[in-house]
């Protein structure tokens, strides 16, 4: 199984990007799948997270600003990020929690991380 995102870049604040991460190979189900972000010198933080079912969360200093979205047929998650802010400045991370066959076992799936830069 791979996770594969794509999108970053370098945007001026208040611009937008939108990211996007695509789940591949040996799949039974997808879970939840979700965005997360790590600054230079800081931990790893959850940036918006979404259920199969639809339910979404936050964090709050992203909320209002960013939507996460799906596309199960696709295997796919999105992060529409606007309004973006120097503070955003970070790798952004998909995260994916699969299940596989034969064992019907479920794991955390990482993708490679994706940079993306907000500055004037």
């Known amino acids: 199984v791979q996770l594969q995102a794509s999108g970053g870049g370098f945007v001026q604040p208040g611009g937008s990007l939108r990211l996007s991460c695509v789940a591949s190979?040996?799949?039974?189900?997808?879970?939840?799948m979700g965005w997360y972000r790590q600054a230079q010198g800081k931990q790893r933080e959850l940036v918006a997270r979404?259920?199969?079912?639809?339910?979404?969360n936050y964090a709050d200093s992203v909320k209002g600003r960013f939507t996460i979205s799906r596309d199960n047929a696709k295997n796919t998650v999105y992060l529409q990020m606007n309004s973006l802010k120097p503070e955003d400045t970070a790798v952004y991370y998909c995260?994916?929690?699969?299940?596989?066959?034969?064992?019907?076992?479920?794991?955390?799936?990482w993708g490679q991380g994706t940079q993306v830069t907000v500055s004037s």
């Open positions: 995260n994916a929690e699969i299940t596989i066959p034969i064992t019907y076992l479920t794991y955390d799936y």
């Open positions: 190979g040996s799949i039974f189900s997808i879970n939840a």
């Open positions: 979404i259920t199969t079912g639809g339910s979404r």
